[in-house]
């Protein structure tokens, strides 16, 4: 079990090892390095998705570690309060970027193994801290440093603690 | 069997935006295809090849690991025996000196497995005779540019400068660059725009009916009517990577097209 301890609230989260066990080990990782803490949720569109796990508060774009294999191709979908990677147009490119999906976004699930069809990795769910979710898609969001869909007011990810 | 151009990179340590489009660029795109060429403006300032600063060795290192040969052994499964471990050739690259890199030589060139380019030349792209140029030669209507420009680039007025310890030279670029804004303007309105009779001229003397140019931050397709044979010539200009990647692909099947894409943020 993760916890995100967040300036909103507490968000719960179980990953899925056994159909994303790359991604979950990735983010397990990630976790237990602190790479996450101090982090922001950057890009918040309601209707969509929460994204966050890269960025600082002052907008400045942490380095992360290596790049990952897609697992989009594991039958999880990109429903309500699942967690998926972000990455960039290459399907294997997520690193550290994570989105909480809160609506189903299923034009995001894999199709096929192409650069279109690939997907977006889903490797696990909230189980609690909905409520926190919920105020986070709801925020003011403007354009900050060439970015769109920033939060106004920065959403930190304070800590992230991996229960066992 | 695809050829890809770029340009005006205007790569900067102070720009680690551009350096991570380009980074992700080479693993991308450009694995796609068998050669690339860089057409000038590569960095946004360039004192001498032997300025060893990490930026520059960074630099060059992603250019050695797009050319060098590499082993296409799996490296996430090391139980699958199945795969063989063929070697990968390297990518075909090539390095044109810009207005703010003109000082880019040889010494690089061959550190990063690359081959320098003379300003113009002329290249065979799938059987189309094809002029490349960086472009600032064709602003002929910058006389004061024109003019620093044919200085610049004697052997004697280089020599002088690079006798020059790097700080002096560092001090020298620094100064330039504060005297005047426009000199690290991405802006194109800064720029001016090449001479239509200066496109002709260098066409029809080199024979040919396309250019590739960068330079002018102003991408675009033009056709350029050359009045020698009737022909209907084709001018294609790069775009400066100040906010977008901009870069023309070619290939035997297809004409060279000019692309834009933005810069690779990690989204769904």
Same mark, same amino acid.
């Given at each position: 079990?993760?916890?995100? @301890?967040?300036?909103?609230?507490?968000?719960?989260?179980?990953?899925?090892? #056994?159909?994303?066990?790359?991604?979950?080990?990735n983010?397990?990782?990630?976790?237990?390095?602190?790479?996450?803490?101090?982090?922001?949720? @950057?890009?918040?569109?309601?209707?969509?998705?929460?994204?966050?796990?890269?960025?600082?508060? #002052?907008?400045?774009q942490?380095?992360?570690?290596?790049?990952?294999?897609?697992?989009?191709?594991?039958?999880?979908?990109?429903?309500?309060?699942?967690?998926a990677?972000?990455?960039?147009m290459?399907?294997?490119?997520a690193?550290?970027?994570?989105?909480?999906?809160?609506?189903?976004?299923?034009?995001?699930?894999?199709?096929?193994?192409?650069?279109?069809g690939?997907?977006?990795?889903?490797?696990?769910?909230?189980?609690?801290?909905? #409520?926190?979710?919920?105020?986070?898609?709801?925020?003011?969001?403007?354009?900050?440093?060439?970015?769109q869909?920033?939060?106004?007011e920065?959403?930190?990810?304070?800590?992230?603690?991996? #229960?066992? | 069997?695809?050829?890809l151009?770029?340009? !005006?990179?205007?790569l900067?340590?102070?720009?680690?935006?551009?350096?991570?489009?380009?980074?992700?660029?080479?693993?991308?795109?450009?694995? /796609?295809?068998?050669?690339?060429?860089?057409?000038?403006?590569?960095?946004?300032?360039?004192?001498?090849?032997?300025?060893?600063?990490?930026?520059?060795?960074?630099? /060059?290192?992603?250019?050695?690991?797009?050319?060098?040969p590499? !082993?296409?052994?799996?490296?996430s499964?090391?139980?699958?025996s199945t795969?063989? +471990?063929?070697?990968?050739?390297?990518?075909?690259?090539?390095?044109? $000196?810009? +207005? =703010?890199?003109?000082?880019?030589?040889?010494?690089?060139?061959?550190?990063?497995?690359?081959?320098?380019?003379?300003?113009?030349?002329?290249?065979?792209?799938?059987?189309?005779?094809?002029?490349?140029?960086?472009?600032?030669?064709?602003?002929?209507?910058?006389?004061?540019?024109?003019?620093?420009?044919?200085?610049? =680039?004697?052997?004697?007025w280089?020599?002088?400068?690079?006798?020059?310890?790097?700080?002096? =030279? =560092?001090?020298?670029?620094?100064?330039?660059?504060?005297?005047?804004?426009?000199?690290?303007?991405?802006k /194109?309105?800064?720029?001016?725009?090449?001479?239509? !009779?200066?496109?002709?001229?260098?066409?029809?003397?080199?024979?040919?009916?396309?250019?590739?140019?960068?330079?002018t931050?102003?991408?675009?397709v033009?056709? $350029?009517?050359?009045? !020698?044979? +009737?022909?209907?010539?084709e001018r294609?200009?790069?775009?400066?990577?100040?906010?977008?990647?901009w870069?023309?692909?070619?290939?035997a099947?297809?004409?060279?097209?000019?692309?834009?894409?933005?810069?690779?943020?990690?989204?769904?």
């Amino acid at each position: 079990m993760i916890t995100l @301890h967040t300036n909103f609230g507490d968000i719960k989260l179980e990953l899925d090892f #056994d159909k994303a066990p790359i991604t979950a080990a990735n983010f397990k990782k990630n976790a237990e390095s602190d790479f996450y803490s101090g982090t922001i949720f @950057h890009r918040v569109i309601d209707g969509f998705m929460v994204q966050g796990g890269g960025f600082t508060a #002052d907008m400045e774009q942490k380095e992360p570690g290596d790049s990952i294999e897609n697992e989009a191709d594991n039958g999880l979908k990109n429903d309500k309060y699942t967690v998926a990677m972000a990455r960039t147009m290459d399907p294997h490119s997520a690193t550290a970027q994570f989105f909480i999906n809160v609506k189903d976004n299923d034009f995001l699930n894999h199709t096929g193994k192409n650069s279109h069809g690939w997907g977006y990795c889903v490797f696990g769910k909230i189980t609690d801290g909905m #409520d926190v979710v919920d105020q986070i898609k709801a925020v003011k969001t403007g354009t900050t440093g060439g970015h769109q869909d920033v939060p106004a007011e920065p959403i930190v990810i304070e800590k992230v603690t991996v #229960d066992a | 069997m695809t050829t890809l151009f770029i340009s !005006d990179l205007h790569l900067q340590p102070e720009r680690p935006d551009i350096t991570r489009a380009f980074e992700r660029f080479l693993t991308t795109q450009a694995q /796609a295809a068998d050669a690339l060429y860089i057409l000038g403006d590569f960095f946004e300032v360039w004192i001498g090849d032997d300025d060893d600063s990490p930026f520059n060795q960074h630099i /060059a290192e992603l250019l050695q690991a797009f050319t060098k040969p590499t !082993d296409t052994k799996s490296n996430s499964t090391k139980s699958n025996s199945t795969k063989s +471990n063929s070697t990968r050739p390297g990518k075909e690259l090539y390095l044109m $000196v810009g +207005n =703010r890199d003109f000082l880019m030589g040889e010494a690089f060139a061959s550190r990063c497995g690359a081959t320098l380019l003379p300003d113009p030349c002329v290249i065979d792209l799938y059987g189309t005779p094809t002029l490349l140029m960086h472009g600032d030669s064709l602003c002929t209507s910058d006389t004061e540019y024109m003019a620093f420009r044919e200085q610049a =680039r004697s052997e004697m007025w280089q020599q002088a400068l690079l006798s020059k310890s790097l700080d002096e =030279r =560092r001090a020298i670029a620094r100064q330039l660059r504060d005297q005047s804004k426009s000199m690290s303007s991405m802006k /194109a309105e800064d720029i001016m725009d090449v001479t239509l !009779d200066a496109v002709v001229n260098v066409m029809q003397s080199s024979q040919v009916s396309r250019l590739i140019h960068g330079h002018t931050h102003r991408p675009a397709v033009h056709s $350029v009517a050359l009045a !020698d044979n +009737n022909l209907s010539g084709e001018r294609i200009v790069l775009g400066d990577w100040d906010s977008k990647i901009w870069c023309i692909e070619a290939s035997a099947d297809a004409a060279p097209t000019l692309h834009c894409y933005d810069f690779p943020n990690e989204q769904p």
